[in-house]
Structure formats: C-alpha cells, structure tokens
C-alpha cells in the first residue's frame, strides 16, 4: 500500500521561495516515477517535475524549468525546490508515484499516476 504525505505549502509572496516535500512508503526508493502536479482553481490538473528514482534524469514543464528542482533526498523524500514564485504559481501540489523500471525523468513526466498524496496548498501572493 503506498502512501505519500506532502508538507511546506504556505503563502508567500511574489518572488519568494518555498520547498515542499512529498515523503513515500510502500514504494521502493528506485527504478520508480515520482512527479509533482498542480491544480489552480478553474484549471486541469498538470504536471509540474518528474523524476526517475534511484539516479535518473529530472523533467520539467517549460513554465517552471529554471526555478523549480526537483530531487531525490538523501533520507528518500522527494523534494519540490521552488523559487521566484509568481502568483501563477498558486495551486494546490501533489505528489504521485508510479512503479516504472525507468531512468528517463521524460518518461516519467510523460507517465499515468494512479498513486496520489493529499496535497498541500501553495499561495503565492
């Protein structure tokens, strides 16, 4: 039974910074997907970063490449480094696993998630 359980959405403000953390169990540490989404009110649900657990590659939407990382921690949370925020960025942030035998962060970008965390709230202001 996987689980994931985010936390560190707060408000900020506009240019500020935030890093959310998204902590897994019931999923092994690699050769897995791990991705962020994000969902505005009114707005699709999209993906935000991707990552192939376990050494593989990151991926990005091209609206946050460049101020957004995502990375696999050393205690195996997987972590949303989000910098220069904008009030676009405003949204509530999940966290979704998929068991994939991967090291193409695209792939996983690209992948269907059936496994959600209950998300944290970011408001960017």
């Known amino acids: 039974h996987v689980q994931l359980v985010e936390s560190g959405g707060v408000s900020v403000q506009a240019g500020g910074s935030l890093k959310l953390s998204c902590v897994p169990s019931?999923?092994?540490?690699?050769?897995?997907?791990m991705a962020w989404f994000r969902q505005a009110p009114g707005r699709e649900r999209e993906g935000v970063a991707a990552?192939?657990?376990?050494?593989?590659?990151t991926y990005y939407a091209e609206s946050v490449k460049g101020r957004f990382t995502i990375s696999q921690e050393s205690d195996n949370t997987i972590s949303l480094q989000m910098d220069s925020l904008n009030p676009e960025d405003s949204a509530t942030y999940s966290c979704?696993?998929?068991?994939?035998?991967?090291?193409?962060?695209?792939?996983?970008?690209?992948?269907?998630?059936?496994?959600w965390g209950q998300g944290t709230q970011v408001t960017v202001s």
């Open positions: 979704a696993a998929q068991p994939r035998v991967t090291l193409s962060g695209r792939y996983c970008f690209e992948a269907s998630y059936d496994r």
């Open positions: 019931g999923i092994g540490y690699s050769g897995n997907c």
């Open positions: 990552i192939a657990t376990g050494g593989g590659s």
